[in-house]
């Protein structure tokens, strides 16, 4: 099994992109220093709902996909069929 220390989840991604606003000056600084539009850096500081792909690309992330196994059910009861 590889290492996953690296990996982050939605809020580590949101909360780099906020860390890396206000080291830049804020939404409009931001913006002009990776080329993208106020209104985007404005919509993925306060919506925290979609990780775009620029935004990975502007915080020089990578998006990767894990699977696991399933957790067993606990049994709902004797002779059920459903």
């Known amino acids: ?10 809020r580590g991604v949101f909360a780099l992109l906020n860390a890396a606003i206000r080291a830049a000056g804020g939404n409009n600084a931001f ?11 404005s ?5 925290h709902r979609y990780i775009t792909d620029k ?4 915080l020089g992330l990578e998006r990767v996909v894990l699977y696991r ?3 067993k059910k606990a049994q709902a009861g004797a002779g059920h069929n459903g």
Do not use: C, E, F, Y
């Not at 935004?55 to 502007?58: G, P």
């Open 55 to 58: 935004m990975l690309d502007v």
């Open 1 to 10: 099994m590889q290492d996953r220390s690296d990996l982050i989840d939605g």
């Open 31 to 41: 913006a002009d220093a990776n080329g993208v539009h106020k209104t985007t850096v």
């Open 69 to 71: 196994p399933k957790r």
């Open 43 to 47: 919509n993925w500081a306060h919506t």
